[in-house]
């Protein structure tokens, strides 16, 4: 009985780590993914794009073009597992996340962070006022004086933070 007993929690242990990494000797392939910053509450974070909900945007930043992810965004009322990425228009400055897992990796204690990112488009209204904003806080800050405008899209994309503050 103890026999069994540890074959199937071997056997359960072998299931549960088959997603975990690559088996020893079985042809391990790399994929390089190009690797971004953003702004999150005043510190650099890098993260990877795998998938947008927009074609064209997907086409220009070598994503995977996925559709569905636009059904993520909730209806009037209903809870969303949805961040906010503020990305400037003219490419400006880098975007602005509005969390990140504090730490990055499996000690993760920011239970606001998700890797879905509904796109919040930053329009500067003078090119006068254009500077570096490094938060959510200050971004809202500049729409309340009326330095930029902020249009919410309909653009989902899945960009997990991978490495922390730099």
Known sequence: MARITTLLLVATFS????CAGPVPGAG????????????VDGRQVAYITTDISDAA???MMGANFVPRLSDAIPKAG?????????????????SIFQSAPLP????????????????????WRSPDRV?????????LAAEDRG????????IVVNCPVVTGAR
């Open 15 to 18: 299931l549960l780590t088959a």
């Open 28 to 39: 391990r392939t790399d994929v390089v993914l190009p690797l971004s910053h953003a702004w």
């Open 57 to 59: 945007m997907a086409r």
């Open 78 to 94: 209903q809870p969303s597992v949805l961040e906010r990425v503020y990305k400037f228009a003219k490419d400006e400055q880098i």
């Open 104 to 123: 990055v990796g499996p000690a993760n204690a920011d239970r606001s962070y998700s890797p879905l990112w509904r796109v919040v488009m930053v329009q």
């Open 131 to 139: 500077r570096e904003l490094k938060s959510e806080e200050e971004l």
């Open 147 to 154: 330095d930029v405008v902020l249009r919410m899209t309909d």
